[in-house]
């Protein structure tokens, strides 16, 4: 009981005294300056910075694309920089979803191969893959596009065909990074709508944005500036 009791108050994700340093001696940059971040269960974190802020260097290492150069990472309990790089894989495909500015979809998949694509690395036999990413497409508004490749589609629905890719896998994280920045108003608005509907359903959401409308949807703020977190409001 006291185990569950421990899964259900230990944050997503936390960041602790984490710093991201390139170059040596005297020409060290610290992207990221001792900064601590906790993202709970349900959250749904807006990430706010000018370019150069370090925000999308905390994105990166919250996605397990990057490393703390000091500082401790750790991803539903478990401590980011004591895994190589194939255990690092495993957990972003099996932990985190990832949705980007430009979409990385494969050009001559068609939606539903490219939603399929991370259950293929995950194992998960054939007839669940399509099952399951016929559901997430229908989940965002594409039921009737699922054979359409990318070329065939709006980039709204590309960004949609992106979700459910990034979403199939229950992720414990969703992470988005600029996601509405190649996007028409009507379509951002569109898109977020979606966010707001998988926060609505559970799922923790964290959105890097430089757009103040963007980020009015979140539930929470973190404000970054010159490597580090300056603020975090709450909505």
Not at 68 to 91: C, F, K, R, T
Not at 94 to 122: D, K, W
Not at 148 to 158: E, F, H, M, V
Not at 205 to 224: C, M, P, W, Y
Request: glycine content about 8%.
């Amino acid at each position: 009981m006291k185990e569950h009791l421990d899964k259900q108050s230990r944050p997503v994700a936390k960041l602790t005294a984490v710093s991201k340093l390139y170059g040596e001696g005297s020409l060290v940059v610290k992207a990221l300056d001792n900064i601590n971040l906790e993202v709970s269960k349900g959250d749904y974190l807006a990430v706010m910075g000018a370019s150069g802020s370090g925000k999308s260097t905390a994105m990166n290492i919250l996605g397990c694309l990057d490393r703390p150069s000091i500082g401790s990472y750790e991803l539903n309990g478990i401590a980011v920089e004591d895994l190589d790089d194939d255990a690092l894989a495993d957990l972003r495909n099996q932990q985190l979803g990832f949705v980007f500015q430009q979409f990385h979809l494969l050009p001559e998949a068609t939606a539903l191969e490219n939603v399929m694509l991370p259950m293929i690395y995950a194992g998960i036999p054939l007839d669940e893959r399509i099952s399951r990413a016929e559901k997430a497409l229908t989940k965002v508004g594409l039921a009737d596009r699922m054979t359409n490749r990318p070329n065939q589609l709006s980039g709204g629905q590309q960004q949609r065909v992106a979700i459910a890719r990034a979403i199939i896998n229950q992720p414990a994280l969703l992470l988005a990074d600029e996601p509405t920045g190649a996007l028409d108003s009507k379509t951002t608005k569109d898109v977020l709508n979606l966010f707001d509907d998988l926060h609505s359903q559970g799922i923790t959401l964290v959105l890097v944005t430089h757009e103040d409308d963007v980020a009015a949807r979140a539930k929470k703020i973190a404000r970054f500036n010159d490597g580090k977190v300056i603020q975090i409001t709450r909505r």
